[in-house]
Nanobody, 128 residues
Framework: QVQLVESGGGLVQPGGSLRLSCAAS????????IGWFRQAPGKEREGVSC????????YYYESVKGRFTISRDRAKNTVFLQMNGLKPEDTAVYYC?????????????????????WGQGTQVTVSS
């Protein structure tokens, strides 16, 4: 069973930065495709970024391209989302999700419905 715990959210001013963490347990990242998603009040869930279980491929949704960076630390079994240049419209609850794959696959999973495991979410608020 995979468990995911997000952390790192908070209140930040426009233009500021935050780094979110998604700590996985139960399965190593070499067997997990990871995605970050977010949901703002009254809005539908939307994709943020994804990383393959090989760690070699990443994907960024248009709204965050050039500002956010996804990475991972295999020793810590943790995926990070570095968020720079934050805007008020980035305000949302951020969730990480995981899907088990065979060892070290290079594909990313963009469809949230294909993820079996979800964290509890962490609130990010961008406001002056």
């Amino acid at each position: 069973q995979v468990q995911l715990v997000e952390s790192g959210g908070g209140l930040v001013q426009p233009g500021g930065s935050l780094r979110l963490s998604c700590a996985a347990s139960g399965v190593t990242l070499d067997y997990l495709a990871i995605g970050w998603f977010r949901q703002a009040p009254g809005k539908e869930r939307e994709g943020v970024s994804c990383i393959s279980s090989s760690g070699s491929n990443t994907y960024y949704y248009e709204s965050v391209k050039g500002r956010f960076t996804i990475s991972r630390d295999r020793a810590k079994n943790t995926v990070f989302l570095q968020m720079n240049g934050l805007k008020p419209e980035d305000t949302a609850v951020y969730y990480c999700a995981a899907e088990q794959t065979p060892l070290g696959r290079t594909y990313v999973i963009r469809n949230p419905n294909e993820y079996d495991y979800w964290g509890q979410g962490t609130q990010v608020t961008v406001s002056s």
